[in-house]
């Protein structure tokens, strides 16, 4: 029996990081609040931070380039790539960012979106190259935390359109 797409191989899994949450929003207006930049500034990133969208292209090769900005006032420049798009199933892509002056994170996210009826399960899938580098996100920047944050405040955005 195959393994489920999302799951990884134990060496995999030192350096992934996966969030999940059932969202009470159907798969339709979660991808369109994903991939409609006007949406998408919304809502991306943790709880208190606001988003700068300058380049968002959804489409194999395309590039979303977004500066997130904490409710410290510290800047989070951020330039991805994307690799795969499926409508509206999932969306992969290359990412590199973090603070403005600090050396880049970079891992390979791929995001699915599960249609559950009227509800959407919304599954991230983040890929770093080592354990460190996971583990450097993790505790320097609360991305587990950051990631459920986000997902909540995708949620609340996507309930609010039809």
Known sequence: MAAKENKRTQSQAERQILIERILDAPRELVWKAWTDPAHLAQWWGPTGFTT?????????????????HGPDGTDYPNTSVFIEVVKPERIVYTHEG????????RFEA?????????????????????????????????????????????????GTLS
């Open 110 to 158: 791929r995001w699915t979106f599960e249609a559950l009826g009227e509800k959407t399960r919304v599954t991230i899938d983040m890929l770093f190259s080592t354990a460190a580098d996971r583990d450097h996100v993790v505790k320097d920047y609360g991305a587990i935390e950051g990631g459920h944050q986000t997902l909540q405040r995708l949620e609340r955005h996507a």
């Open 98 to 105: 973090g603070r403005a002056g600090d050396t880049a994170t």
């Open 52 to 68: 700068t969208i300058e380049q968002m292209d959804v489409r194999p090769g395309g590039a979303f380039k977004q500066v997130m």
